[in-house]
Nanobody, 115 residues
Framework: QVQLVESGGGLVQAGGSLRLSCAAS????????MGWYRQALGKQRELVAS???????NYADSVKGRFTISRDNAKNTVYLQMNSLKPEDTAVYYC?????????WGQGTQVTVSS
């Protein structure tokens, strides 16, 4: 099993930056894929960015060029650097790990971008 704890959310003005962290309870070297998802009020949860063990990354079109996902294997932590934030980025952001075919989710962290 994997426990995930997100942090780093908050309130920021449009154009600002935030860095989200997702700390895993085990080595992320053994986790095939880690990703960030978000769910805005009244909308479905959507993929924001993902990173595989082989350092392949994938981004939603809406965040390309603004967000960066990265892994720190020594700290068992995945980050999401979010720059040039827009009001439409407002959502609860969740960390997800795919470990031996099972999905594990964090509790989420709220990101609110004011205009």
């Amino acid at each position: 099993q994997v426990q995930l704890v997100e942090s780093g959310g908050g309130l920021v003005q449009a154009g600002g930056s935030l860095r989200l962290s997702c700390a895993a309870s085990r080595s992320i070297l053994g986790i095939s894929t880690m990703g960030w998802y978000r769910q805005a009020l009244g909308k479905q949860r959507e993929l924001v960015a993902s990173s595989t063990r082989g350092d392949l990354t994938n981004y939603a079109d809406s965040v390309k060029g603004r967000f960066t996902i990265s892994r720190d294997n020594a700290k068992n932590t995945v980050y999401l650097q979010m720059n040039s934030l827009k009001p439409e980025d407002t959502a609860v952001y969740y960390c997800k790990a795919i470990f031996y075919g099972s999905n594990y989710w964090g509790q989420g962290t709220q990101v609110t971008v004011s205009s």
